[in-house]
């Protein structure tokens, strides 16, 4: 950790006509990372350990950014009201608030945030355990088989469409890292446990030491 | 996909280390683990989301495809079930 410590900050940014809230740690104007969560039951499962990796970089001099998508968090709809679209929109709005505020972001996603990410203004993409739309549906469907449908949340039928049939976009440049029990191909595998299946996931010290170092040494190869 | 484990003891290794990874249960604890423990319904860990965890990883790690209507309380009722249930479809 740094002497001084990070700064907490929220900032409303527009999306399609809404206001949505985007939580800040690091200094408005330091090079700026734009993380896109992961979705429903994984994003809170992660919420810590994306905020332990914000703090780290923000120690390093970077302006870390994360977005409440619409339906979720502090937003003021409810989750039944948004659509997928909706929800690639808030990154594409997000990334350009950012932009003016720091210039262009490295956008950092985790897990089924890589499904809204193609859209949005970068100088970069940093993707870590990326997942199909198919496979977070199935997830949630079979959540259900054990007596709790979409793990009690309620998403519209829009949205749910929308994430079965989605699945990464290219982009360029872009660095993916996943853990060593996938076994599909990545630039760097990491030896951690899967937080976002845990009930009870805390944080991981050494994992998210991991990430925020690659992601500082990726975010600095894409300074352009 | 991961080359498939081969026998019963690598499935039932196998096994041992989706619970640790997907309950976040300690691995002393899981290596202790009996046929008769007791896991759906009796750890609190094992939560719904745990469920579609759990059987994702079983896929993905033992190269196997679990249909929604082979899932039901009894085949996670103990590790014992659990394990009968991951060799018959890894090694059939």
Redesign the interface.
């Known amino acids: 950790m740094s002497k001084t410590a990070a700064s907490l900050a929220f900032a409303r940014f527009e999306s399609g006509g809404r206001q949505e809230w985007l939580m800040r740690i690091g200094a408005e104007d330091a090079p700026a990372i734009l993380l896109v969560p992961p979705l429903f ?1 994984e994003m809170n499962r992660t919420r810590a350990l994306l905020a332990s990796v914000m703090r780290r970089l923000a120690a390093q001099g970077f302006g870390c950014w994360l977005p409440d998508l619409s339906g979720t968090g502090e937003s003021e709809r409810g989750l039944g009201e948004a659509s997928w679209d909706d929800w690639r929109h808030d990154v594409t709005a997000a990334s350009a608030y950012v932009t003016e505020k720091a210039g262009k972001p490295l956008i950092a996603s985790v897990r089924g945030g890589v499904l809204l990410d193609d859209g949005a203004g970068a100088r970069g993409w940093w993707r870590f355990a990326p997942a199909d739309g198919l ?1 977070l549906q ?11 449908e979409w ?1 009690g949340y309620a998403p519209s039928d829009a949205l749910k469409a929308g994430l079965a049939g989605a699945t990464q976009a290219e982009v360029t440049p872009l660095r993916t890292l996943r853990l060593e ?3 599909q191909p990545a630039d760097l595998k990491i030896d951690a ?2 937080l976002w ?5 805390g944080t991981s010290d050494a994992l998210a030491d991991a990430l925020a170092a690659d992601l500082a040494k990726w975010s600095r190869a894409c300074a352009g | 996909m991961a080359a498939a484990p081969n026998d019963g003891i690598e499935i039932e290794t196998t096994l041992r280390a989706v619970l640790v990874d997907v309950l976040g249960l300690d691995k002393a604890r899981v290596a202790g683990f009996r046929e008769e423990t007791p896991l759906f319904g009796a750890l609190p860990e094992f939560d719904s989301m745990a469920v579609a965890g759990l059987l994702t990883e079983l896929e993905d790690r033992l190269g196997i495809l679990i249909e929604d209507h082979e899932v039901d309380a009894d085949m996670m009722e103990t590790f014992g079930a659990l394990l009968t249930f991951a060799r018959t479809k890894a090694l059939t």
């Open positions: 039951e496979a199935r997830d949630m469907v079979r959540a259900g088989l054990a007596g709790v793990a029990t996938d076994t446990p899967a299946r845990r009930s009870e996931p």
